[in-house]
């Protein structure tokens, strides 16, 4: 299980769920670009918020998206909701299940440092 977190910007709703499935179905670019995002954003939110098991992750979307909406139209770069996978889980995961695309981000990681 990969734990990933979302909260709303004005934390009326958060919840912890499993991103698992995005992991899963995802493509190389996408995991890349958000190991790049420091494992934080709405992505994986909004991919499995429409799945049977997401409803809570639904409503918090749902919630961000009509009571949220004035600030955000005010503001387009306020993000409504803030979700953080763990780095971690998801390290593991990868290097278990894609293992190709673990190596893809650690030797990023190494070259980023060295450079």
């Given at each position: 299980?990969?734990?990933?977190?979302?909260?709303?910007?004005?934390?009326?709703?958060?919840?912890?769920?499993?991103?698992?499935?995005?992991?899963?179905?995802?493509?190389?670019?996408?995991?890349?670009?958000?190991?790049?995002?420091?494992?934080?954003?709405?992505?994986?939110?909004?991919?499995?918020?429409?799945?049977?098991?997401?409803?809570?992750?639904?409503?918090?979307?749902?919630?961000?998206?009509?009571?949220?909406?004035?600030?955000?139209?005010?503001?387009?770069?306020w993000a409504a909701i803030e979700c953080?996978?763990?780095?971690?889980?998801?390290?593991?995961?990868?290097?278990?299940?894609?293992?190709?695309?673990?190596?893809?981000?650690q030797r990023r990681q190494?070259?980023?440092?060295?450079?």
């Amino acid at each position: 299980m990969i734990r990933a977190s979302c909260h709303t910007a004005d934390n009326a709703f958060a919840l912890e769920f499993d991103a698992t499935p995005w992991f899963r179905e995802a493509d190389l670019q996408s995991i890349l670009h958000f190991a790049e995002q420091g494992w934080s954003s709405a992505w994986v939110a909004d991919a499995l918020e429409a799945r049977p098991g997401y409803e809570g992750l639904h409503r918090l979307i749902d919630y961000a998206a009509t009571r949220l909406r004035d600030e955000s139209l005010e503001d387009p770069t306020w993000a409504a909701i803030e979700c953080v996978v763990s780095q971690p889980d998801a390290t593991q995961w990868l290097r278990e299940n894609r293992p190709e695309i673990a190596l893809m981000i650690q030797r990023r990681q190494a070259a980023s440092q060295a450079g």
